[in-house]
């Protein structure tokens, strides 16, 4: 049986509360952008397609948390949250600097733990060790950016890593008992649909908790948009239906334990260097959830 809203309940198990995610922008940057690896950083990448407008760096991470929690409690009074440190790579400085930004999220009221997203490259032992003392008395979530599991389409999108150093990053966090999430991009150019769907095995044989997918969407003012411009027989942009029956056939070959926490991504319209489907999520979900019912079915 494949579930695609469990997501909320896992999380609720580990807090013990409903729980909530909020954005935060705490100003780390990217080895992709410091001129470490590069300076352009990833060929589609545009922090602006999922931080909301309270994540500025300018404010403190205090002050960004205590207006997430402000526009969530609204609906829900007695939610309880998460500290998701979520654009670019946020693992990426000196220890010392990464304790003060953790626990000062922590320090604010009604904040369970943190959620890191970050890069498989950019995760040393001590910091995992830290994490790891954090872990027995907070909610951690480590979040690594797989993209691809093939280094040809890793090399092709700029993205400084290769797939064995994701597998080390995930086996080493996995050691110290720290619960993992993963995330990766359906339709990157160069990758057939036999690749994607062999790509679900490989994610499978790591020792992931949760997995967020989305399909490649191009976003203006991208290297990959400027890319598909010059050369769009390159891409294949996947319709609504196409991406619906490609779900259907990669979702089943998943470990069944691994916990879905996003299978769609719709970046805003303003923003899209070609124009996405039209469709609201719930209108997704609908969908997929009815093609899946035949899938679900069968198992």
Not at 12 to 17: F, I, K, N, Q, R
Not at 128 to 142: G, K, P, Q, S
Request: hydrophobic share 35%; proline share 5%; charged share 20%.
């Amino acid at each position: 049986m494949i579930e695609l809203n469990a997501y909320g309940t896992w999380l609720s198990s580990l807090t013990g509360y409903k729980t909530q995610k909020i954005s935060i922008n705490a100003g780390f940057t990217c080895p992709n952008r410091d001129g470490t690896l590069g300076t352009t950083g990833c060929t589609y990448c545009n922090n602006q397609t999922f931080n909301p407008a309270y994540c500025q760096p300018a404010k403190s991470i205090t002050r960004q948390l205590e207006e997430g929690k402000e526009f969530f409690g609204r609906k829900y009074p007695q939610m309880h949250y998460l500290a998701y440190f979520q654009a670019y790579t946020n693992t990426y400085a000196p220890l010392p600097e990464l304790r003060a930004k953790y626990e000062e999220a922590l320090s604010v009221p009604l904040v369970d733990g943190i959620v890191l997203g970050t890069r498989p490259d950019c995760v040393s032992d001590d910091v995992l060790d830290f994490l790891a003392e954090l872990n027995r008395n907070h909610t951690v979530i480590v979040e690594y950016g797989i993209e691809s599991v093939y280094d040809e389409t890793l090399q092709r999108i700029r993205r400084g890593h290769t797939h064995q150093q994701t597998v080390d990053a995930i086996q080493r966090t996995a050691q110290r008992g720290i619960p993992i999430g993963a995330h990766i991009i359906l339709g990157l150019p160069g990758e057939s649909r036999d690749m994607l769907i062999r790509a679900a095995d490989i994610i499978s044989s790591l020792p992931i908790t949760t997995l967020k997918i989305h399909q490649l969407q191009l976003i203006r003012g991208t290297i990959m948009a400027d890319e598909y411009a010059q050369h769009p027989s390159d891409f294949h942009l996947f319709t609504v239906d196409e991406y619906i029956q490609l779900l259907c056939d990669f979702l089943p070959r998943l470990r069944p334990d691994i916990i879905l926490e996003r299978l769609v991504s719709q970046s805003p319209a303003s923003l899209l260097a070609i124009p996405g489907w039209g469709l609201k999520n719930h209108e997704f979900t609908a969908r997929l959830e009815k093609a899946l019912s035949t899938v679900n079915d069968k198992l």
